[in-house]
T-cell receptor
């Protein structure tokens, strides 16, 4: 039973399209994250939600919109895709962000987005 | 702002060699420090952590000691295996916002 699962694993699409990536965790964690990993493996946080509330919103274009319907799910919708959006997007979760274990993240396997 | 600097890779070693991957950080306050590992085609996994100065984190033969005086958290392993081939990320948890800030990652390749 996968702890943090993302779908789809691969996504190939044309510039200008809109796409979504879904994430679910069954660990009972309160906090969920989206990270972007570029082609050089550099990881940058995009968003963080704690119990459905947005707590971190880095300088990400407005075309990216996260949604957390409940604390076990965090989805990422991307409008008007651009070439530079090509990357691997990782979902992660942790116990409450204020806890001593806040830095112990559990990652999904990633969703590789390719924009043509 | 807070940041993490890792040695550039790739690091290429023979099996049973000694491994060191350097990591230094810049942070206000007293961050917690982490090493994560990413095997090919997978997400990151927590390898070890240390939450205060002089703490040593260890797991699967890997160790790292939190050195406040040199702002470092170098990863070491006495004898690497081919199965250790992966990308290793040093990270700190920024005390103000409780978000993980990652270094650029260091690729390790171990040959038989």
């Amino acid at each position: 039973d996968t702890a943090v699962s993302q779908t789809p694993k691969y996504l190939v699409t044309q510039m200008g399209n809109d796409k979504s990536i879904k994430c679910e965790q069954n660990l009972g964690h309160d906090t969920m994250y989206w990270y972007k990993q570029d082609s050089k493996k550099f990881l940058k946080i995009m968003f963080s939600y704690n119990n459905k509330e947005l707590i971190i919103n880095e300088t990400v274009p407005n075309r990216f919109s996260p949604k957390s319907p409940d604390k076990a799910h965090l989805n990422l919708h991307i409008n008007s895709l651009e070439l530079g959006d090509s990357a691997v997007y990782f979902c992660a979760s942790s116990q409450d962000w204020t806890s001593a274990r806040a830095g112990e993240l559990f990652f999904g396997e990633g969703s590789r987005l390719t924009v043509l | 702002g807070d940041s993490v600097t890792q040695m550039e890779g790739p690091v290429t070693l023979s099996e049973e060699a000694f491994l060191t991957i350097n990591c230094t950080y810049t942070a206000t306050g007293y961050p917690s420090l982490f090493w994560y590992v990413q095997y090919p085609g997978e997400g990151l996994q927590l390898l070890l952590k240390a939450t205060k100065a002089d703490d040593k984190g260890s797991n699967k033969g890997f160790e790292a000691t939190y050195r406040k005086e040199t702002t470092s958290f170098h990863l070491e392993k006495g004898s690497v295996q081919v199965s250790d081939s992966a990308v290793y990320f040093c990270a700190l948890m920024s005390g103000g916002y409780n978000k993980l800030i990652f270094g650029a990652g260091t690729r390790l390749a171990v040959h038989p």
